[in-house]
């Protein structure tokens, strides 16, 4: 079969007594070490498809591989390859973060040497060392997401799902948490990540699966969702014609834009508030990469007397994408 970690097909769920699907005939596979993002507002499925692949959900039908095991059918196996972290603590507070970590290999059967190791080795990548025999109780919101991270991965799991990973977590443990998923996908564990946080998607996912009411509306990369979906990058200029009778005007200066490869459309926008009275400014949208552009459209500027003083990159994001996909914010 394919290298997929994750294969997900024909995927429903029906909760009872409801007239629609929750989850609507989902399919998509995620690659061995791919960071892969399901994006959804409020009530799309996302937590019914995590919950069908982590083995908590029941599905009505459909199929989910997961390295290879068939999920619906062998969830004990499943959960062995698998680990979970929940948006919200599901920490033992009694017990130090050593012991959570010791206690949760255990259950997984790892044996006494090996998880005292790997307890060692977890709470050191994580810059937990210090604080390992501490109370849980006493921990940070960065420090337990850190924890809930290193005990999901003490029974080294193919696949880690996450859910909000940074959350209402400040700007340091944010990134802190953001290396350690590169450095998870650098080793070739498989991270599925819910996330509302457009910004955390982009910078994460190697791949985004967009979801309404159940169903897949757009799977690809950050990158080229934005650029199909928005329609790339715009430019904008501020320029100022030369005096005199041959000044030349917006529309003369578009003209000559828009002959250039690369440029699509382009319009006069105002110059709002301290613009320059004797200035212009225009915007292009895009169907290149702006630096490849840039010096094209400042020499034609020039060859038409006009001078740029300003060049403004615009980028379309996830979140533009979102709107026009769902046509609801995802708040
Ligand atoms: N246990 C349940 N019983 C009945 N309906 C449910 C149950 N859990 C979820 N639903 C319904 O299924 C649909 C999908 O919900 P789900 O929680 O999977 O969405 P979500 O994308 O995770 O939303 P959120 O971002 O708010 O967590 C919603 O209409 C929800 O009301």
């Known amino acids: 079969m394919s290298d997929a970690a994750l294969e997900v097909r024909d995927l429903v769920k029906r909760y009872p007594k409801r007239k629609v699907n929750a989850v609507d005939g989902l399919s998509f596979q995620v690659r061995t070490g791919e960071v892969f993002g399901l994006l959804g507002p409020n009530g799309a499925g996302k937590s019914t498809t995590v919950g069908i692949l982590t083995t908590r959900v029941r599905a009505t039908s459909g199929e989910v591989r997961l390295a290879g095991v068939d999920v619906l059918r062998n969830p004990v196996a499943a959960r062995s390859l698998l680990a979970v972290v929940p948006q919200s603590s599901t920490l033992d507070r009694s017990l130090t973060p050593r012991q959570n970590l010791t206690f949760h290999a255990a259950y997984h059967g790892v044996g006494r040497a090996e998880r005292r190791a790997r307890a060692v080795d977890l709470l050191d990548q994580f810059g937990l060392t210090e604080r390992a025999d501490d109370k849980v109780a006493w921990y940070s919101g960065g420090m337990a997401q850190r924890l809930m991270?290193?005990?999901?991965?003490?029974?080294?799991?193919?696949?880690?799902?996450?859910?909000?990973?940074?959350?209402?977590?400040?700007?340091?443990?944010?990134?802190?948490?953001?290396?350690?998923?590169?450095?998870?996908?650098?080793?070739?564990?498989?991270?599925?990540?819910t996330t509302h946080d457009m910004s955390e998607a982009a910078a994460l996912c190697d791949r985004v699966g967009i979801v309404d009411h159940g169903r897949l509306l757009a799977l690809d990369t950050p990158t080229a969702l934005t650029r199909?979906?928005?329609?790339?990058?715009?430019?904008?200029?501020?320029?100022?014609?030369?005096?005199?009778?041959?000044?030349?005007?917006?529309?003369?200066?578009?003209?000559?834009?828009?002959?250039?490869?690369?440029?699509?459309?382009?319009?006069?926008?105002?110059?709002?508030?301290?613009?320059?009275?004797?200035?212009?400014?225009?915007?292009?949208?895009?169907?290149?990469?702006?630096?490849?552009?840039?010096?094209?459209?400042?020499?034609?500027?020039?060859?038409?007397?006009?001078?740029?003083?300003d060049v403004r990159v615009a980028q379309g994001s996830l979140g533009d994408v979102f709107i026009e996909l769902t046509g609801r914010d995802l708040r």
């Open 149 to 193: 991270i290193a005990r999901a991965l003490i029974h080294e799991p193919k696949v880690l799902f996450l859910d909000e990973p940074a959350t209402g977590l400040d700007p340091q443990s944010k990134l802190f948490v953001w290396e350690r998923i590169r450095e998870l996908r650098a080793r070739d564990v498989t991270i599925v990540l």
């Open 228 to 309: 199909e979906l928005t329609g790339g990058s715009t430019l904008e200029l501020a320029v100022i014609p030369a005096a005199g009778a041959i000044a030349p005007t917006a529309e003369s200066l578009l003209e000559v834009l828009l002959k250039i490869e690369g440029v699509s459309s382009g319009s006069r926008i105002d110059a709002g508030p301290g613009g320059d009275p004797d200035g212009l400014r225009l915007r292009l949208h895009l169907s290149s990469e702006p630096p490849e552009l840039i010096g094209s459209v400042v020499t034609a500027m020039a060859d038409r007397a006009a001078v740029v003083t």
